[in-house]
């Protein structure tokens, strides 16, 4: 199995609605992400699960909080969003070593958010 | 941190024809270049990727270079077809214990028929 599996593919929700995105790898990789796109832009990274600890882009706003269950699974938490956090929110995952990247990402198929 | 530079941002080529995209990055300690190939409306996906260690990789109409001493790599791709038509990301990791890819701003190439 080399698929990272998100759910929703797509979720629309209102600013006052709490949703979480899903995702789920069986490749034995450790460290697992959350990527946010926008259109026409590179994928923007938000937070990575390495080895069970968790790194932060810190210009990610609270209102975006992961959760690791465990090592295969990442969920992230959508509480208060706003209309400018409409996006594809990418889930992805690597072998790694310890903490370091050190080969290829491997991207679900991404959850189309949907902010009014 | 890292930065990474890639142009052009578009590219178009009539099919058959060669499309060459360029990268630079900033952190000489980086050891690893990935490239991906996002189609519209789909995740992005790897479609080479060279380690420091090596000055060219290639795999059939695909290939990859990088000249560590200028830090730039670049990717080729030969014989165009319109199925090679997306939006292409260059990216770097650093090796001093990092887990972050930095990627490029994109190229959109269009392969005319």
């Known amino acids: 199995d080399t698929e990272v599996t998100q759910t929703p593919k797509h979720l629309v929700m209102g600013m006052t609605n709490k949703k979480s995105l899903k995702c789920e790898q069986h490749m034995g990789h450790r460290a697992m992400y959350w990527y946010k796109q926008k259109a026409k832009k590179p994928p923007e990274l938000m937070f990575v699960y390495s080895y069970e600890k968790l790194s932060i882009n810190e210009s990610v706003p609270s209102r975006f909080s992961p959760e690791c269950p465990n090592s295969s699974l990442l969920n992230l938490h959508l509480h208060a969003l706003q209309p400018e956090d409409s996006a594809l929110y990418l889930c992805a995952s690597s072998q790694g070593v310890r903490r370091v990247n050190t080969g290829e990402l491997f991207f679900g198929e991404g959850s189309r958010l949907t902010v009014l | 941190g890292e930065n990474v530079e890639q142009h052009p941002s578009t590219l178009s080529v009539q099919e058959g024809d060669s499309a060459v995209i360029k990268c630079t990055y900033s952190?000489?300690?980086?050891?690893?270049f990935p490239w991906y190939k996002q189609e519209l409306g789909k995740r992005p996906q790897l479609i080479i990727d060279i380690r420091s260690n090596v000055g060219e990789k290639k795999d059939q109409r695909i290939a990859v270079t990088l000249n560590k001493t200028a830090k730039h790599f670049s990717l080729h791709i030969t014989e165009t077809q319109p199925e090679d038509s997306a939006v292409y990301f260059c990216a770097a990791i650093s090796g001093a214990g990092s887990y972050q890819l930095t990627f490029g701003k994109g190229t959109k190439l269009s392969v005319i028929p």
């Open positions: 952190d000489s300690a980086s050891n690893y």
